[in-house]
C-alpha cells in the first residue's frame, strides 16, 4: 500500500523539466501532474496524508540539492537560476497533491453518505 511514495524518491520536478526540453513541449509537466493528483488522492483514500507530507519534504529537500550540487540533470533545462524554474514547479505540484486529497475526502465521504442511507432502507 505504500508503495506509490517511491515516487517523491524520483526527482520529478527536474525530470519534467528535462523532459519538457527534451521534446520541446509540456508533456513532462502534464505528466507529472496528473501523476501527483493519483498520489494526492491515494493518500487521503488509504488514510495515509503523513507519508504525503513526508514524501514531499523528502522530495523538495531532493530537489534543493540537485540543484544546490548541480546535477546534470539540471543542465538539460538551462535558466539563469533553477530556483527560477523549480520553485513554481514544486509549489504546481504541492496544489495539484491538494487537489487530489480534496478529491479523495470528497470521494470518502460519498461513500459514506451512500452507505448511510442503505442502512435506512
Excluded at 53 to 74: D, E, H, V
Amino acid at each position: 500500500m505504500q508503495s506509490p511514495f517511491i515516487f517523491f524518491l524520483i526527482p520529478y520536478v527536474h525530470l519534467s523539466l528535462a523532459i519538457d526540453y527534451l521534446f520541446d513541449s509540456i508533456i513532462g509537466i502534464f505528466l507529472f501532474l496528473i501523476l501527483t493528483v493519483i498520489i494526492g488522492f491515494y493518500a487521503k483514500i488509504t488514510q495515509q496524508i503523513s507519508l504525503l507530507i513526508i514524501g514531499n519534504i523528502i522530495n523538495i529537500l531532493l530537489s534543493s540539492l540537485l540543484i544546490i550540487f548541480k546535477s546534470p540533470l539540471i543542465t538539460l533545462y538551462h535558466t539563469s537560476s533553477p530556483f527560477t524554474a523549480a520553485v513554481p514547479l514544486i509549489a504546481l505540484f504541492l496544489i495539484t497533491q491538494l487537489t487530489g486529497v480534496f478529491w479523495g475526502y470528497a470521494f470518502q465521504k460519498e461513500a459514506a453518505l451512500s452507505i448511510d442511507k442503505e442502512k435506512e432502507n
